[in-house]
């Protein structure tokens, strides 16, 4: 297995560690999956797919739980802005 | 596969042994976990980069709980989450994989709940903010393959799990600033000194305490808002109070949760009795419907050691096998779940965190000051639509509870969100009693 995976995330390149999450890339990238219903910008909470925060576009798929979806290459990620 | 004799839902510990012992006996057994990987939340696995504490006994737990597992023959099913149960010994799942999500129907002889627990989060100021993640929460993001490395971090909140947060962020390279534990020393000796019969436990504890050096251990202190930096809107400091006096700790990362509740929407959903918000078994592991069993955390937060044996006795029971040899350690464990609960009791002052403008619901930012004129859970519903966002009131509920001494309602399916196909779904499968392959 190679040792890392490059995602896209808002069409930027982000390499991650093979086997990241990908709530994780999107903490290292420093990106807010989502925007609350009034527009605070929210990121993961419980790491466990319990809370919804992290949600996100993933590869076409809208709200996916990105703490519980597995980083693969080339997966396109897009977030709230 | 969508036929089996047990259909176990949750693979953490409990799930896992429950699913070996039940296998190993030549059953049918059909595993279902939401994670992408079995194990559970304690044995979440993660990115290959990650530095992994060596905690040799704790690995050989593990090992030997998954050996077992592979080797017996059980189906297991990742990325998949049960939302409804539509018709007794049934089941409806939705499995996630990165492709387009998939139904499936279910149907059991007997059904084991290994669903776990969740963190207890309680809203302050600034808890909403980015970078303020629950204590295990942020240790689940850190083994997924987020990068700690230098990062100064707060651990805060309550219960024992804070300590094992704590000394594995340490080891990713996380600065510790200290770590805040709401009960009282006062609760917490008795506590400490009753662990005599649990020698693994005061092992694992004193290996914890041990690898965070100078790190302090603040008892009675916690965290009153936490505050973003003007131009980053990132997190950059932590109001901690110990009741006298109160002091800012810059920090770039919170980790805060407060002890665990258990998830127990799958067993309400199913009929199965609570008790004190705790599903009731017999010795079986068995419900008050009687072909589901429940094992774990669902049953009393007893932790690791507690949820293997709950599952093997279930496992067993479902399979026919006695579990006479394993009734003296699990009347243990209980009463250990019992002194758990004792120690990390709540302080009253958490309930006054909250000031009027504080969110208190997140997927529907509703505020404390709209929630405080209602009368309970089901008027907040309404009237706020408190509870109502895609978390299903999974975090704002068990807050409700704490802050209102609100206690939830019914359970409605779908358990959780599902795409509108699932729905569709659900309706073609009323009308057409036969089965979809």
Not at chain 1, 48 to 75: K, W, Y
Not at chain 2, 213 to 239: D, M, N
Not at chain 2, 251 to 271: K, M
Not at chain 2, 386 to 400: E, F, K, L, S
Request: aromatic share 6%; hydrophobic share 40%; glycine share 8%.
């Amino acid at each position: 297995m190679p040792e890392n995976v490059t995602l896209h995330i808002n069409g930027a390149p982000v390499q991650m560690p093979t086997g990241s999450v990908v709530s994780a890339a999107l903490l290292k990238a420093v990106i807010p999956p989502r925007r609350s219903v009034t527009g605070e910008p929210r990121s993961a909470l419980c790491g466990m797919g319990i809370c919804f925060e992290c949600c996100a576009t993933v590869n076409g798929i809208p709200h996916r739980r990105t703490c519980q979806l597995i980083c693969s290459d080339g997966m396109v990620v897009e977030t709230e802005r | 596969m969508n036929l089996a004799e047990i259909i176990i839902v949750g693979a953490g510990p409990a799930g896992i042994a429950a699913a070996a012992a039940a296998a190993h006996h030549g059953r049918s057994v059909l595993l279902l976990d939401d994670n992408p990987t079995p194990g559970g939340q304690i044995w979440r696995s993660g990115a290959q980069s990650s530095r992994r504490r060596k905690d040799t006994r704790e690995d050989a737990i593990k090992a030997n709980a998954l050996h077992q597992l592979r080797s017996s023959g059980a189906t297991i099913l990742s990325g998949t989450r049960v939302f409804d149960a539509p018709a007794p010994s049934t089941l409806l799942a939705l499995r996630e994989t990165e492709a387009d999500p998939e139904i499936l129907n279910l149907k059991y002889d007997r059904l084991i709940l290994a669903t776990g627990a969740r963190e207890r989060f309680l809203p302050f100021p600034g808890w909403t903010l980015p970078g303020v993640f629950g204590a295990g929460g942020l240790q689940a993001l850190v083994k997924g393959g987020f990068p700690v490395h230098g990062k100064r971090v707060l651990v805060a909140g309550s219960g024992p799990l804070l300590l094992a947060v704590a000394a594995h962020l340490l080891d990713d390279g996380a600065h510790i600033t200290s770590v805040a534990e709401q009960a009282p020393i006062s609760q917490l000796i008795p506590f400490a000194a009753s662990l005599w019969s649990h020698p693994a436990k005061i092992r694992q504890a004193i290996s914890y305490r041990t690898a965070l050096g100078r790190t302090p251990y603040r008892t009675g202190c916690w965290p009153v808002a936490a505050f973003a930096g003007e131009t980053t809107g990132s997190l950059k400091s932590v109001r901690l109070t110990d009741g006298a006096k109160t002091w800012d700790e810059p920090c770039e990362l919170l980790a805060c949760g407060f002890h665990l509740v258990p998830n127990t929407e799958l067993a309400s959903l199913l009929g199965c009795k609570l008790h004190d918000g705790f599903v009731e078994v017999n010795e079986h592991q068995q419900t008050s419907v009687a072909n589901i069993y429940c094992a774990g955390e669902p049953t009393g937060i007893a932790g690791l050691e507690a949820a293997l044996l709950q599952g093997k006795i279930a496992g067993l029971a479902c399979a026919a096998q006695p579990t006479n040899s394993l009734q003296a350690r699990n009347s243990t464990a209980k009463k250990f779940a019992t002194r758990l609960q004792a120690a990390f009791r709540l302080r009253s002052e958490l309930r006054s965190l909250p000031t009027p403008q504080t969110i208190v619901c997140r997927c529907e930012d509703v505020t404390f000051q709209s929630l405080a004129s209602r009368h309970s859970w089901t008027d907040a519903k309404l009237q706020t639509r408190c509870g109502m966002g895609p978390c299903q009131g999974r975090i704002c509920g068990p807050a409700a509870q704490t802050l209102f001494g609100w206690t939830p309602t019914s359970v409605r399916p779908p358990l959780s969100p599902v795409p509108i196909s699932a729905l569709c779904f659900h309706n073609s499968q009323q009308n057409t009693p036969q089965e979809i392959a």
